[in-house]
């Protein structure tokens, strides 16, 4: 359980690193228009949608906890790739400024961003639904009231230390914001690594939603 809401609280952190950062990332690496915050952000909003509806069908209506690791694994494979599309992005239009979206969807690299962000979304529906879920369903009834209240003030807390990760690395380190990003990747892997050693969980339902998922069906 403790396990569930602290694996909960980091995708807040994961997503703030990420949804705070949208705004400065679209006018000052990617020289966008003012227009293209909305577009990365629906971009966003739409891939975990997308995912929450995925999550439902690959789980077959039941809480499946395998999700979680192709969760992480999604999460931080698009967030390097986003570091490799918006640098090459930056690159290729380093004259450009003031951009509009429909002319940031035809510049190099421009659609594969885009993309980028919406996979990330994905991976985080794939990632947190069954967390929640688990969360409920491992609850009794007269204590949900209360590990809900305590699973939002670890999410508020962990929001918090995504907010100071962000400031100690733009602001005292000086790092880019794709930097940053690859940067907060690699923690994703690392802290969920450390969850899924905790509770074997996760690794094991993944072994075998793989072996059913290869069994032919008869």
Not at 10 to 15: K, T, V
Not at 104 to 118: I, K, S, Y
Not at 133 to 148: K, N, Y
């Amino acid at each position: 359980m403790i396990y569930c809401i602290f694996a909960a609280s980091w995708f807040w952190l994961y997503g703030g690193c990420f949804l705070t950062q949208v705004p400065n990332f679209a006018i000052t690496v990617l020289a966008g228009h003012p227009r293209l915050i909305s577009i990365l952000l629906t971009a966003f909003i739409i891939g975990v949608a997308a995912g929450s509806l995925l999550c439902h069908r690959l789980s077959r209506g039941k809480i499946e906890p395998a999700l979680v690791p192709i969760g992480t694994l999604g999460l931080s494979l698009f967030a390097l790739d986003l570091y490799f599309s918006s640098t090459a992005f930056a690159a290729a239009n380093q004259l450009a400024s003031n951009l509009m979206p429909i002319q940031f969807l035809l510049a190099p690299n421009g659609l594969r961003l885009l993309l980028d962000l919406v996979f990330i979304g994905l991976f985080g529906g794939l990632f947190i639904v069954p967390l929640y879920a688990m969360i409920q369903r491992d609850t009794e009834d007269g204590t949900r009231a209360r590990v809900l209240s305590v699973n939002n003030i670890f999410n508020s807390l962990f929001m918090v230390a995504g907010s100071l990760l962000g400031m100690l690395c733009l602001s005292i380190l000086s790092w880019t914001i794709p930097e940053f990003f690859v940067v907060v990747a690699g923690l994703n892997l690392v802290f969920m690594a450390l969850i899924f050693y905790l509770e074997p969980l996760f690794l094991s339902s993944l072994k075998r939603w793989l072996k059913i998922a290869k069994t032919p069906a008869q």
